[in-house]
């Protein structure tokens, strides 16, 4: 089955430094992505659309210079959290979908962001 | 705006039990629902894809069923088991933008032995 993975699993990082997120899709290609934020006994929350080849749309509310993402190649989406702050303490998921036509999403195993 | 709303929010029951989780939404434009499963801390696990043409999808113990107009779905679990344990989600992806997932708060559900 189609398998996504991310890196790191979980970080800590002190205020005001930068976070790297990975997510790849290890046996499809992917030339969209998904990245969700998920706050504690929340659910998930859609970020921003990760198009290969192109920029990133980012939904209402969500600060693209804060929140960079850069879909490298057809199977990596990072996202980076800039001048990370406490309150961007949360779960960060990704997804794909390996087929177009039913556009299944397949999700990683999260990132957990702890910020200090 | 779509709006997905999951009734139970929490549902404690023994095992053996069978057990149905709610889930209702606004627009009923929708390209297709997928019904997930997520383990504390961890990422989510697809259990159940309905394209909004269909009406029901099963996969082993669960049957998820789709009323599209009425803006319904309903996941069937049954003889529940300990390890059914979980937050299950309920995501219906937009009739215009298909890979964007709006989701439902979860149900909680406890299976005790």
């Known amino acids: 089955g189609a398998v996504v993975s991310q890196h790191p699993s979980w970080v800590i990082c002190k205020s005001g430094t930068s976070v790297k997120i990975e997510c790849r899709s290890l046996?499809?290609?992917?030339?969209?992505m998904f990245w969700y934020r998920q706050f504690p006994k929340q659910s998930l929350m859609l970020m921003a659309t990760?198009?290969?080849?192109?920029?990133?749309?980012?939904e209402q509310g969500v600060e693209k210079d804060k929140f960079l993402i850069n879909h490298a190649s057809l199977t990596l989406s990072t996202l980076t959290v800039t001048s990370a702050h406490p309150e961007d303490s949360s779960f960060y998921i990704c997804?794909?979908?390996?087929?177009?036509?039913?556009?299944?999403?397949?999700f990683g195993p999260g990132t957990r962001l702890t910020v200090t | 705006k779509q709006e997905v709303t999951q009734i139970p929010a929490a549902l404690s029951v023994p095992e053996g039990e069978n057990l149905v989780l709610n889930c209702s939404f606004t627009?009923?434009?929708?390209?297709?629902l997928q019904w997930f499963r997520q383990d504390p801390g961890k990422g989510l696990t697809s259990l159940l894809l309905?394209?909004?043409?269909?009406r029901e999808q099963t996969s082993g113990r669960l049957n998820a069923s789709l009323d599209k107009s009425s803006g319904r779905s309903t996941l069937y679990i049954a003889a529940s088991q300990p390890g059914d344990s979980a937050t299950y989600l309920c995501?219906?992806?937009?009739?215009?933008?298909?890979?964007?997932?709006?989701f439902g708060q979860g149900t909680i559900l406890t299976v005790h032995p």
């Open positions: 309905i394209q909004s043409s269909q």
């Open positions: 046996d499809f290609q992917a030339t969209t």
């Open positions: 627009d009923s434009a929708i390209y297709n």
């Open positions: 990760s198009n290969e080849g192109s920029k990133a749309t980012y």
């Open positions: 995501a219906v992806a937009g009739g215009t933008s298909y890979g964007k997932l709006t």
């Open positions: 997804s794909a979908p390996p087929w177009t036509a039913s556009y299944e999403q397949y």
